[in-house]
């Protein structure tokens, strides 16, 4: 995933019942015009892809992906490294997710090398580049109509007591704030279970500095693959944070793979947030189980397995 980069740099930041059956093989400029042409599956949430799941169908090209993406029912996407793709690409993104009616879900906010320290520390310096590289994401935002943001605060200093590194963390955070609420955009919290190491671990740490930050621009991403691996409880938690998440990830556990994996019951959880608010994004933060044009499939149908919930 392009976010284990991101956090390597130290940022701050199944079954398939036939090869043809559910799902179309081709591409989304192959299948137009063609007769007996399944109808596009109508999914209950809005899951978002991310590029790459679907290459070995629809190639290597963005543009080529999204149409993929739309074709099987997706109607959002995510982009980690959208930040460090050229203004060119990110408004033919942007211009193609118009004509296909998909959301943008999030990018990161990726201060690229010169966050080798984390907000933790409250060193001037990194939370001053934190700062040009919210006022970049705006106008990243604008190019693709988006709204979310990841933020990861960084990693946890040992000889730091933990009450001023969440000072610290606060005051950045108030002043990415301070970038994004003019347009209405929201930078998203992420705790993490990559490492040990990193700051922000649970959700109700999370909460309590949204709560501390106090805008509507900074609220929680609530990753179910990470939390599962962190604190369990899933569905206990998501409730008792509900007013300050804006952002669902997904991915099994363990493997990190799509729902149906792993132990996760992801029929529930989403039946659960189905109820809470349908258009929240679902973003599809996980690899493939499977290789290749198969495992594509296979995810497709994964997808479809766990959204048949009852409403």
Not at 136 to 148: I, Q
Not at 149 to 168: L, S, Y
Not at 206 to 222: D, E, F, G, Q, R
Not at 229 to 254: F, L
Request: aromatic letters at 8%.
């Amino acid at each position: 995933m392009e976010r284990r980069n991101f956090l390597k740099k130290g940022v701050v930041a199944a079954g398939i019942t036939s090869m043809g059956g559910s799902v179309m093989a081709e591409t989304s400029s192959n299948q137009k015009g063609k007769k007996g042409q399944q109808q596009k599956h109508s999914f209950k949430l809005k899951y978002a892809p991310h590029f790459g799941m679907f290459k070995h169908h629809a190639g290597e090209d963005l543009i080529d992906q999204l149409k993929f993406m739309a074709d099987q029912g997706f109607t959002a996407l995510e982009d980690n490294g959208l930040l460090r793709r050229p203004v060119e690409m990110q408004e033919k993104i942007g211009k193609e997710l118009e004509r296909l009616g998909m959301t943008m879900g999030v990018f990161v906010v990726d201060g690229g090398d010169n966050w080798k320290v984390s907000l933790t520390t409250g060193d001037k310096a990194f939370v001053d580049n934190f700062v040009e590289t919210c006022k970049k994401c705006v106008d990243a935002a604008k190019r693709v109509n988006a709204k979310w943001m990841t933020v990861v605060p960084g990693f946890f200093e040992r000889r730091t007591p933990i009450g001023i590194q969440t000072a610290n963390v606060i005051e950045a955070l108030r002043k990415g704030a301070e970038v994004f609420e003019p347009h209405g955009l929201v930078m998203v919290l992420e705790p993490l279970s990559d490492t040990p190491e990193l700051f922000l671990r649970t959700s109700d740490q999370t909460y309590m500095i949204c709560k501390a930050v106090n805008s509507p621009s900074c609220k929680i991403l609530y990753d179910i693959y990470h939390m599962q691996r962190n604190e369990g409880h899933i569905i206990p938690n998501i409730d008792a944070c509900w007013n300050e998440i804006a952002y669902i990830q997904i991915g099994d556990n363990p493997g990190r793979k799509e729902p149906t994996t792993g132990e996760i019951n992801y029929k529930n959880i989403f039946k659960h947030l189905y109820h809470k608010d349908p258009t929240m994004i679902m973003g599809m933060e996980h690899g493939n189980a499977k290789p290749g044009k198969e495992g594509e499939l296979a995810l497709i149908n994964a997808y479809k397995e766990v959204d048949s919930f009852e409403i």
